[in-house]
Nanobody, 123 residues
Framework: VQLQASGGGLVQAGGSLRLSCAASGFPLAEVAVGWFRQAPGKTREAVSCISSSGRKTHYVDSVKGRSTISRDNVNNTAYLQMNNLKLEDTAVYYC?????????????????WGQGTLVTVSS
C-alpha cells in the first residue's frame, strides 16, 4: 500500500504545475484523497480533498480559484492542478487517503501518506 506524489519542480510565479498522486497496492477508488503542503519552517497545511467518486471537493482559501483537484480511478491516480502559482505556494506537497471528503477535511485521520514532491516558485 503506497502513495507516490510527483510533478513538483521549479516554476516562475504565475506558472502552472500538475501534481500527481499515484496509488499502488490498493484501489484508490474506495477512498478520498487529500493534498497537503508544508512550507519551510511552517506546519503542514491541508490544501484540498476529493471524495472517492470525485463529486465532492474542498480547497483551502489560499488556493481556491487557482487549483483544481481531480482523480482518475481507472489509473489509480489523483491530481492537483495548480495555476497562477505564487511565491507562498513553495512547499513540499503530500497526498494521503481518508475515508471521506467533507467540510472538516482538514481533520485526521489521514492514512497512507506518500513521499512528498517539492514545489518551488521563483520570482
Amino acid at each position: 500500500v503506497q502513495l507516490q506524489a510527483s510533478g513538483g519542480g521549479l516554476v516562475q510565479a504565475g506558472g502552472s504545475l500538475r501534481l500527481s498522486c499515484a496509488a499502488s497496492g490498493f484501489p484508490l477508488a474506495e477512498v478520498a484523497v487529500g493534498w497537503f503542503r508544508q512550507a519551510p519552517g511552517k506546519t503542514r497545511e491541508a490544501v484540498s480533498c476529493i471524495s472517492s467518486s470525485g463529486r465532492k471537493t474542498h480547497y483551502v482559501d489560499s488556493v481556491k480559484g487557482r487549483s483544481t483537484i481531480s482523480r482518475d480511478n481507472v489509473n489509480n491516480t489523483a491530481y492537483l492542478q495548480m495555476n497562477n502559482l505564487k511565491l507562498e505556494d513553495t512547499a513540499v506537497y503530500y497526498c494521503a487517503t481518508r475515508s471521506g471528503c467533507s467540510a472538516n477535511y482538514r481533520a485526521p485521520p489521514y492514512t497512507n501518506w506518500g513521499q512528498g514532491t517539492l514545489v518551488t516558485v521563483s520570482s
